[in-house]
């Protein structure tokens, strides 16, 4: 959330980055509910004033006719404090569901325009961790040959390891079921990445699959994303879209003390997303769904660190795709493609060889204060002051797209699919995945 304040005073600026965004928000209504707002509260202050002098006063009449007529005089005062004080809360309420639809301000940084306007600041070839170049680039400038002209979907059918057509059976398209060691490999996936990030200094968190309303405004996903998430119908509780929702807010309402910070939390979550699909090669496989695994990395530290943190949350990304030995770029998306709650947001993508394209398997975001503010995220300082946390979040991996991405830069001619080397141990040691015996 962006605060009124910055709003009122900073309006050019709230305006220009709306602009940049290509988004609207009711920028004059806010500014017109806040005059209101202030006004109001100006008088109920009033209000409030006097009618803790009038208690005084009544405490001290002469007698009890003066008693009784400031008691009248109280009373009246009272009711029309009341209304005030009911006019208040409402145009509050009102206010703030505005100030909901205003995203957070895109770093001055980033480039302007769309998804088609993004930097590439890296490229790197996973096998030997060489980077091919490390200035701005066009987002077209490097594309590796094909290694396979096998997608991952015809590997995963062929040998049995993706099984399309039970997973319609029982959930409809565009569900599926990984078998043998498709499987194993999913759960290897996870468990390394764990393991990984908890070497790195994270704090591992199992939470909830399902959360309330309130995270999700928290985060940013409500009240202008919900025809993208899924609800439970009769209740107050919503399929989690990323472990970034409850993983962002548990420390929601609370005042953490600065010698706490930076926390780091990581957390595996299955993923439940209501996106849109057309028929076509772009939504071939596993690459989307309204289900999917993902681990996330969730950053909770000050405001002078943030920037440094989300570089540093950049490499822990890296580090996975890295020792997984897969080609990758990074991405600096460009002031129109960032989501609702970020400020500035790299995205790491994996060549996919078989269908010639690149994968987005993570998205690294400093939110700075726009969530905390949501879901009332603090800290004190060591001056005693309370201050909003800076947020960040980053997959470290999303799981169908790195398997994908693995099948179709691992698979020989023979039909095998190298296991990457530290993944093995986590398949009893196996270095190559095996065909499921009976389909």
Not at 163 to 180: I, N, Q, W
Not at 319 to 348: N, P
Request: some cysteine.
């Amino acid at each position: 959330m962006i605060g009124i304040k910055t709003i009122r005073e900073q309006t050019s600026i709230v305006r220009e980055a709306l602009k940049a965004r290509n988004m609207t928000a009711p920028i004059d209504e806010i500014l017109e509910s806040d005059i209101k707002r202030r006004a109001l509260l100006v008088e109920v202050e009033n209000g409030r004033a006097e009618r803790k002098e009038a208690g005084k006063a009544i405490g001290k009449a002469k007698n009890e006719s003066e008693r009784i007529e400031l008691i009248a005089r109280q009373r009246s005062g009272a009711d029309q404090l009341d209304e005030l004080e009911s006019q208040l809360k409402n145009i509050d309420s009102s206010l703030n569901q505005l100030l909901l639809e205003i995203p957070n301000l895109p770093h001055p940084d980033l480039p302007s325009g769309g998804e088609e306007n993004a930097e590439v600041i890296l490229v790197g070839n996973g096998i030997d961790n060489e980077e091919l170049f490390s200035a701005p680039k066009s987002i077209e400038d490097f594309t590796p040959e094909l290694a396979s002209s096998m997608p991952h979907w015809d590997i995963g059918r062929s040998y049995g390891y993706i099984d399309f057509e039970r997973g319609v059976k029982v959930s409809g398209s565009p569900f599926y079921m990984l078998r043998s060691d498709g499987a194993r490999m999913q759960r290897a996936l996870i468990n390394w990445m764990l393991d990984l990030h908890h070497e790195s200094g994270f704090e591992e968190v199992y939470p909830p699959f399902l959360v309330r309303t309130d995270p999700l405004v928290g985060t940013g996903q409500l009240p202008k994303f919900s025809d993208n998430l899924f609800g439970i119908e009769n209740s107050d509780l919503w399929l989690v879209p990323t472990a970034e929702v409850p993983i962002t807010n548990m420390y929601r309402d609370e005042i953490l003390d600065h010698t706490q910070l930076p926390i780091r939390h990581s957390a595996y979550t299955a993923c439940f997303r209501r996106e849109q699909f057309s028929a076509g090669r772009e939504v071939r496989g596993i690459k989307r769904g309204y289900q999917f695994d993902k681990v996330e990395m969730v950053v909770f530290t000050r405001e002078s660190e943030s920037w440094e943190m989300l570089e540093v949350l950049l490499q822990n990304a890296l580090d996975v795709v890295r020792k997984l030995g897969l080609r990758y770029r990074v991405l600096r998306l460009a002031s129109g493609d960032i989501g609702f709650s970020a400020s500035m947001t790299y995205d790491i993508e994996i060549w996919s060889p078989g269908s010639g394209e690149w994968l987005e398997v993570s998205s690294v975001s400093n939110f700075t204060d726009f969530q905390a503010r949501r879901a009332g995220l603090r800290y004190r300082t060591e001056d005693g002051t309370v201050k909003h946390l800076h947020t960040l979040n980053g997959s470290g991996l999303g799981i169908p797209r790195t398997f994908a991405a693995i099948l179709e830069q691992n698979v020989l001619p023979d039909g095998r699919v190298r296991i990457p080397t530290v993944l093995q141990p986590y398949l009893r040691n196996q270095e190559y995945l095996l065909p499921v015996k009976s389909v």
